[in-house]
């Protein structure tokens, strides 16, 4: 689902997707969705202690990074004259793709500890992510396109990456101190 919500941030930040954009942000949250948890498997119990500590606020940065900048962009008057990031391309891609797998790292550290097979899970949770990610991309554009939601839209996508990173931290118990 995480994956799937920032699908839609970026179909929204983009507006107009064409089928390589969609090919590359699809294959890249299924790859990265299918391969963290074979890593979190194969790190098994020893890594876990500290991979555990921080892992959270690592994703939560990333995520709060990048819907910050839709939100700034989108309060920018002169956003048709600059350059905006293609959240499909380059260090952006790697950053959401990483931020939204995280989690499936932990699946894997938890699968490793119950003596269960990793490959079957990992080819489901990477294809499934790979057709939500498609899906996401396309609604966020449709949105994206309405000219008088554009800006709404944008601010929203952020939020929401933003509110994405709140509900790792919170799983995380990461913000305790708020109870």
């Not at 699908?7 to 299918?34: D, E, M, P, Y």
């Amino acid at each position: 689902m995480d994956a799937f919500a920032v699908a839609v941030a970026s179909g929204i930040s983009l507006k107009k997707v064409n089928v390589r954009q969609t090919f590359r942000l699809s294959w890249h949250f299924g790859f990265f969705q299918a391969v963290m948890p074979v890593i979190g498997w194969s790190a098994g119990v020893t890594v876990r202690v500290y991979i555990e500590e921080y892992d959270h606020w690592v994703a939560f940065g990333l995520l709060a990074i990048v819907g910050g900048h839709m939100i700034k962009e989108a309060f920018h008057e002169t956003k048709a004259l600059t350059k905006k990031i293609d959240p499909t391309k380059g260090i952006s891609l790697v950053m959401l793709s990483v931020a939204t797998s995280i989690d499936a790292l932990a699946v894997g550290l938890s699968l490793s500890m119950l003596n269960i097979s990793i490959w079957l899970p990992a080819l489901v949770i990477g294809l499934v992510a790979l057709i939500f990610t498609c899906m996401g991309l396309h609604l966020g554009k449709r949105v994206g396109t309405t000219s008088h939601l554009s800006r709404y839209a944008e601010i929203i996508g952020g939020l929401v990456l933003f509110s994405i990173g709140i509900k790792i931290l919170y799983e995380h118990g990461a913000l305790t101190f708020l109870t």
